[in-house]
């Protein structure tokens, strides 16, 4: 048994779907761009753009997500999150699946006035993205039992008018993709999730905002938007 110097704090995790149990998560990566926006709809394509958030920032994705300090433009985005279930080095994208527990639907919470800030100078996006509950996710359905999510809308609505629509189908970059890109770069492990990307339509949100998303066979959410801090 080790003797840390204080107790090791609590381990993140997220509900599975139909079952008591609960999913650990480790580390959380995300997906810079992974649909068509406006003008880049004849772009070729580039290899992924990856950040990070921290395992704090995940939440269960019901009740309030609270309204970050920092900002004047906090947006939503919403994503297919992957579950990581098997640790894996440079993955052939034909095996990729084989490294997914399973998925859930989630919100990239962002705080976009830094991010731009931060693309201007060619900073890293990480103040924009990596604070605590910016990551709201719904519980996780295992793929050994529902299947691999390749298809199906994605949406988001704000206080009942929609703002954000595609199918999965419109990813730049599929699953397999992904996981094989990012395994190229470190070594996945069990707890691990990845965020995909959204679609656009992203757009600021302002406090008591209900925002209402989800994924076709993934999951659903209704959360409401905190007072500013």
């Known amino acids: 048994m080790s003797n840390f110097v204080f107790e090791p704090p609590r381990v993140s995790s997220l509900p599975v779907h139909g ?19 406006g003008d880049a709809a004849t772009a070729e394509r580039e290899v992924p ?38 640790d894996g080095f440079e993955i052939d994208a034909e095996h990729a699946l ?21 693309k201007a100078v060619g900073n890293p996006w990480e103040p924009a993205k990596a604070f605590d509950g910016s990551a709201p996710i719904t519980p996780i359905r295992p793929a050994a039992r529902d299947g691999h999510a390749q298809q199906g809308a994605i949406w988001l609505s704000v206080n009942g008018v929609e703002r954000q629509r595609s199918d999965l189908e419109g990813q730049i970059w599929s699953v397999s993709e992904v996981i094989s890109q ?13 965020m995909t990307g959204t679609p656009p339509g992203v757009a600021a949100l302002e406090a008591g905002d209900v925002i209402n998303g989800g994924i076709d066979g993934v999951g659903e959410l209704e ?4 007072e500013r801090r």
Not at 19 to 37: D, I, K, M, Q
Request: charged share 20%; net charge negative.
């Open 19 to 37: 079952s008591e149990a609960r999913f650990p998560v480790g580390r959380v990566f995300c997906l810079g761009r992974n649909y068509l926006w």
């Open 49 to 86: 753009a990856f950040f990070m958030k921290p395992a704090t920032s995940v939440v269960d994705a019901v009740g309030e997500v609270a309204f970050p300090t920092q900002t004047d433009q906090f947006c939503h985005e919403i994503e297919l999150v992957v579950a990581i279930g098997k």
């Open 98 to 118: 084989d490294h997914v527990w399973g998925y859930a639907a989630g919100l990239d919470l962002t705080r976009r006035d830094l991010q731009m800030a931060a």
């Open 182 to 194: 990012l395994s190229h770069s470190i070594t996945l492990r069990a707890g691990d999730l990845i």
């Open 223 to 226: 959360v409401r938007v905190g």
